[in-house]
T-cell receptor, first 112, second 115 residues
Framework: GNSVTQMEGPVTLSEEAFLTINCTYT??????LFWYVQYPGEGLQLLLK?????DKGSNKGFEATYRKETTSFHLEKGSVQVSDSAVYFC???????????FGAGTILRVKS | DTGVSQDPRHKITKRGQNVTFRCDPI?????LYWYRQTLGQGPEFLTY????????KSRLLSDRFSAERPKGSFSTLEIQRTEQGDSAMYLC?????????????FGPGTRLTVT
């Protein structure tokens, strides 16, 4: 079945540092890929998405590129802020599916 | 803001009791999803509806769980004879149909604690 593996956290960075959170997936065909973010005390929010190979999703300074050859969708940001502290989830929807399959989540802590 | 809403936000119940949660999706969305999230894990799919039809159920959804969406608008998730293992955050999401179903919008969740 479909699955998502993301790097374990917590990831602790200083403000303005470069962020990478790794995500790889297993799926048949061409899934759509997503990053969701969960801020403390809030619900899941869609951060960005990519629906076909080589697409780059971007939002709020975050970006991720759909790499079919490496089955990856790593999340990056050039300069993190304290307000980016949250839990980040990588997820996919299978090519003919409707349900999201999530990774376990990565806690990001940014210190000033 | 007319996002996805869930009620209650928190529920504490004793083992063996029945509980019911409600989800109100974004008004123009015809798809509604239920997920369950346990501590330190990502959400896991439970079931989804297109309008009033329940189209898919996970094996996680034992016979103690039942979900309805009677008029294709709000949905309820009932857990009968709750067990401590049912303690989790229950998330509802909604989306448009077709390829736009790829964008699912989540509610704040209902946190269930079974004592």
């Amino acid at each position: 079945g479909n699955s998502v593996t993301q790097m374990e956290g917590p990831v602790t960075l200083s403000e303005e540092a470069f962020l990478t959170i790794n995500c790889t997936y297993t799926a048949t065909g061409y899934p759509s890929l997503f990053w969701y973010v969960q801020y403390p005390g809030e619900g899941l929010q869609l951060l960005l998405k990519a629906t076909k190979a080589d697409d780059k999703g971007s939002n709020k300074g975050f970006e991720a590129t759909y790499r079919k050859e490496t089955t990856s969708f790593h999340l990056e940001k050039g300069s993190v802020q304290v307000s980016d502290s949250a839990v980040y989830f990588c997820a996919l929807i299978g090519e003919y599916g409707n349900k999201l399959v999530f990774g376990a989540g990565t806690i990001l802590r940014v210190k000033s | 803001d007319t996002g996805v809403s869930q009620d209650p936000r928190h529920k504490i119940t004793k083992r063996g009791q029945n509980v019911t949660f409600r989800c109100d999706p974004i008004s123009e969305h015809n798809r509604l999803y239920w997920y369950r999230q346990t501590l330190g894990q990502g959400p896991e799919f439970l079931t989804y509806f297109q309008n009033e039809a329940q189209l898919e159920k996970s094996r996680l959804l034992s016979d103690r769980f039942s979900a309805e969406r009677p008029k294709g608008s709000f949905s309820t998730l009932e857990i009968q004879r709750t067990e401590q293992g049912d303690s989790a955050m229950y998330l509802c999401a909604s989306s448009l149909g077709g390829r736009l179903s790829y964008e699912q919008y989540f509610g704040p969740g209902t946190r269930l604690t079974v004592t």
